[in-house]
C-alpha cells in the first residue's frame, strides 16, 4: 500500500472573475523513501495541489471540490483543521520557496524550531532546544549552540533555506514537501540545499514530494516525475524513462528549453504563448495551441484527452495530436 | 539603540524648537494684546504693562528672550490670570492626565481587540459590524457622543453625573467620550495590520507545522501585526492626556483643554505659548516611547536603526 495515494483531487478558486479550475482532477501515489516529482510552469496548479493536501490554501476563495488524498489509512481532505494539525508539521513537513519570508521576522530560529516539537511531542523547552542544536547541525549550519538565538535576518537566504528543511524535518516526517527549494537560492546555493535535501532524505528515510519547474533539478533528486500543465498530469514516468523517452509534446518542449542542453551562440528554445485561462471551460486538450508537433491539427477538440499507459509505469495524455513529432526538429 | 535613542532625541528638539517659532509669530500675528479688555484703561497703564512684560521691545528681541526662558524651563508668567504659566499647568494638568489615561482605557480595550477579531473574522458579520462601529465612531464628533452620553446614560443611571468630577466614577463618561473616536482607529489600524501579517508566508509556514489557529495568532501574527497602532498610540496618548476642551467642557472636567481655547481668545500669548509648548513636550516624548516599544517589538528596526546610526 502506498504511504500516500492521491485520487482524482479537485480544487478550485471562487473568484470574481469566475471559477479557476487550478488542480483539475490529480492522481498520484507517494511510496515510502521516494521522491516524487511535479513539475510544471508557473500557474500550472503544481503548488495547490500539495497545499490542498495539507489545508493550506486559503478557503474562501479556495475550494476542494473532490478527490481523496489516503494518507495512512485517512482521507487527508475530510480532516478539520484541529485534526490537520496532528498531520501537519508532525507526519507530514513542508518547506516553501523563499526562505527570505517563510520564516518569522518577530521570532528567535530557536522559538521557531522548538515549535514543532513542543506542539506534537510535548517536549520540555530545554529538551526541545538540544533537539534543534542537533537538528541545525545537521543541516551544516556552523556554531548551531550560538547561531540558533539569532534573528532570521541575521542568516543568508540558503543558511534560512538550511533551517527551514531543518524545521520540516526536526518531528521525522514520513513525507516532505518540497515548494521549489532551490528557486529563489543562487545558483551556488541551489547545488547545497538538493543535496542536503537529499542527503536528509536518505539518512531518515523520508518520502519526498519535489515540486518544481527546472527539469535539471527534476532529473537528480526524483525517482518518479509527473508533468503538470493546465492543472492536470500529461505525463508520468520514472525519471530515467521520462528524459530518455519524453511523449508529451509539453514534456519534449520543457526538454528542449533547458539551457544546458542547448547549442551554444543560439537563441535559447522557448515555448511559445502562456499557459490557458483556467477561469473558462476548456473543452479539448489543453495544450493544443502551444503545441508544436508535425500532427498538432489532430489535438482532441472535443473531451479531455485520458492519462493511459502507454509502456509499464509510463503514463500520458492520449491526445494523437500531442504524441507525433516534433515540427522541424529532426531529433524527435 | 543608544544612539537611535539620541538621534531621535535631537529630532525631537528640532521639532520643539519649530514649533515655539510658529506659534510664538503666529500668536505675534493675532490683533490685540494681553490687555485688551472692555474696561476703559489709560494708556499709561497699558504703558506700564508692556514694559513690564516686555512687549514694548522689538518682536525679535522678545523672541530671543522668551526662547532662552523656555530652554531653561521658564514659561513666564501669564498676564491675564497674574500667575505663574507652568503654575497654571500643573494645577490643570493633573485632571487631564487621569480622563486622557481613562480614554486611553477605552481606547486600547476597545479598539486593539476589535481589530484582531475583525482580521480574524475577515468579512464576517462580526467584522463588518466593527468596521461599521468603527466608522461611526471616526465621523461622530466627542460634541455629539457626549450629550448622547449624558441625555441617555447618566439621566436615567443614578450612580453616574451628567456632569462633574468629584468621585471616582465620574471620569467614566467623559473617558469613554474622549477614547471612543481613538478606539475607532485604532480598530481599524489593528485590523489592517493584523491583515497584512496573517497574509504573510511564515504565517502559512506556522500553519504547515500544524500550529494551532489560536497560537498562530497570539505568537506568530500579533508582534507584526501591532506595530502600525503602537505607532499611532505615541501622539495618540499624548492627544488624549494633553485635555479636550470639547470634552472636558461638556463634563465640567478642570483639566487642561481649557486653557488652549481661552488663551487664544484672551490674546495671553504667554499662557498659549506654555500649553502649546507642553503639548509639543508629550507628543516628542511620547513618539519617542513608541519608536523605543516598536523596536522592542521589530528586531529588524532595531538592528537597521543602530546600525545607521553608528
Given at each position: ?114 515549535e ?33 538565538h ?6 543568508s ?56 519547474h527546472?527539469?535539471a ?52 528554445y ?18 493544443a495551441?502551444r ?20 509502456s ?21 | ?38 474696561k ?13 512684560f516686555g ?45 486622557g ?43 455629539v ?22 468621585q ?18 485604532l ?32 505568537r506568530?501574527?500579533l ?7 503602537v ?5 495618540a496618548f ?16 478642570p ?22 509648548m ?33
Amino acid at each position: 500500500m502506498p504511504l500516500l495515494s492521491v485520487e482524482d483531487l479537485r480544487v478550485s478558486f471562487h473568484t470574481r472573475n469566475g471559477i479557476v479550475r487550478a488542480v483539475d482532477g490529480v492522481s498520484f501515489t507517494v511510496e515510502r523513501g521516494q521522491t516524487v516529482g511535479i513539475v510544471g510552469e508557473s500557474g500550472s496548479g503544481k503548488s495547490v495541489t500539495c497545499y490542498s493536501l495539507l489545508g493550506l490554501i486559503p478557503k474562501p476563495p479556495g475550494r476542494i471540490e473532490g478527490g481523496r488524498a489516503i494518507f495512512d489509512g485517512t482521507d487527508l481532505l475530510q480532516l478539520s483543521d484541529p485534526q490537520l494539525n496532528t498531520v501537519r508539521g508532525r507526519r507530514i513537513g513542508m518547506i516553501f520557496q523563499d526562505p527570505m519570508t517563510s520564516l518569522n521576522p518577530y521570532l528567535r530560529i530557536s522559538a521557531q524550531l522548538v515549535e514543532p516539537l513542543i506542539l506534537h511531542e510535548g517536549l520540555s523547552r530545554a529538551a526541545a532546544l538540544d533537539r534543534a542544536i542537533a537538528e541545525m547541525a545537521a543541516v551544516g549550519i556552523p556554531r548551531p549552540a550560538d547561531r540558533i538565538h539569532a534573528y532570521p535576518h541575521e542568516f543568508s537566504g540558503g543558511m534560512r533555506q538550511r533551517v527551514m528543511i531543518a524545521m520540516a524535518l526536526i518531528t521525522r516526517p514520513e513525507i516532505l514537501i518540497a515548494d521549489e527549494p532551490t528557486t529563489a537560492l543562487d545558483v551556488t546555493i541551489q547545488r547545497q540545499v538538493l543535496d542536503l535535501i537529499k542527503a536528509r532524505q536518505a539518512e531518515l528515510g523520508t518520502a519526498v514530494i519535489f515540486i518544481t519547474h527546472d527539469l535539471a533539478v527534476v532529473s537528480e533528486v526524483c525517482d518518479q516525475v509527473n508533468v503538470m500543465y493546465a492543472g492536470r498530469f500529461v505525463e508520468r514516468a520514472p525519471v530515467n524513462e521520462l528524459f530518455t523517452s519524453p511523449l508529451h509534446a509539453y514534456t519534449r518542449a520543457l526538454q528542449a528549453s533547458i539551457p544546458a542542453l542547448q547549442t551554444k551562440g543560439e537563441d535559447l528554445y522557448t515555448i511559445s504563448g502562456r499557459p490557458p485561462d483556467l477561469s473558462r471551460p476548456i473543452p479539448g486538450c489543453a495544450f493544443a495551441p502551444r503545441c508544436e508537433t508535425e500532427t498538432r491539427d489532430q489535438c482532441l477538440t472535443d473531451r479531455r484527452p485520458e492519462l493511459v499507459e502507454k509502456s509499464p509505469n509510463h503514463w500520458v495524455q492520449d491526445c494523437p495530436g500531442c504524441l507525433g513529432p516534433l515540427r522541424g526538429n529532426p531529433q524527435s | 539603540m543608544l544612539p537611535f535613542l539620541t538621534k531621535r532625541l535631537f529630532q525631537g528638539l528640532i521639532v520643539l524648537f519649530a514649533l515655539f517659532t510658529i506659534t510664538f509669530f503666529l500668536a505675534k500675528a493675532m490683533p490685540g494684546e494681553p490687555f485688551t479688555t472692555e474696561k476703559n484703561v489709560s494708556e499709561s497703564i497699558k504703558e506700564n504693562m508692556r514694559k513690564k512684560f516686555g512687549l514694548d521691545q522689538p518682536v525679535l528681541k522678545q523672541y530671543g528672550r522668551r526662547l532662552a526662558n523656555f530652554a531653561t524651563g521658564d514659561f513666564g508668567i501669564s498676564p491675564r490670570k497674574n500667575r505663574p504659566v507652568l503654575e497654571i499647568i500643573a494645577q490643570s494638568f493633573p485632571a487631564s492626565l487621569v480622563l486622557g489615561l481613562g480614554g486611553l482605557v477605552v481606547a486600547v480595550g476597545i479598539g486593539i481587540p476589535m481589530g484582531i477579531v475583525s482580521a480574524i473574522r475577515r468579512n464576517g458579520w462580526i467584522d463588518h459590524g466593527a468596521m461599521a462601529f468603527a466608522m461611526i465612531g471616526i465621523c461622530v464628533p466627542a460634541f455629539v457622543i457626549g450629550p448622547l452620553l449624558q441625555s441617555g446614560v447618566a439621566m436615567r443611571l443614578d450612580f453616574l453625573k451628567v456632569a462633574g468630577w468629584d468621585q471616582p466614577i465620574d471620569i467614566l463618561l467623559p473617558a469613554i467620550t474622549l477614547g471612543l473616536g481613538t478606539a475607532a482607529y485604532l480598530a481599524r489600524l489593528t485590523r489592517s495590520g493584523m491583515l497584512e501579517i496573517l497574509s504573510q508566508d511564515f504565517i502559512r509556514t506556522a500553519r504547515a507545522k500544524g500550529v494551532p489557529t489560536g497560537q498562530i495568532i497570539v505568537r506568530h501574527a500579533l508582534r507584526g501585526g501591532l506595530l502600525p497602532s503602537v505607532a499611532f498610540l505615541g501622539p495618540a496618548f499624548a492627544y488624549l492626556i494633553s485635555g479636550s476642551f470639547v470634552v472636558e467642557t461638556l463634563f465640567q472636567v478642570p483639566g487642561m483643554g481649557q486653557h488652549f481655547v481661552n488663551a487664544a481668545i484672551d490674546r495671553d500669548e504667554f499662557l498659549l505659548l506654555g500649553v502649546v509648548m507642553f503639548y509639543g513636550f508629550l507628543i516628542v516624548v511620547m513618539n519617542l516611547a513608541a519608536d523605543v516599544v516598536q523596536a522592542l517589538l521589530n528586531p529588524r528596526v532595531r538592528l537597521s536603526e543602530t546600525a545607521a546610526a553608528d
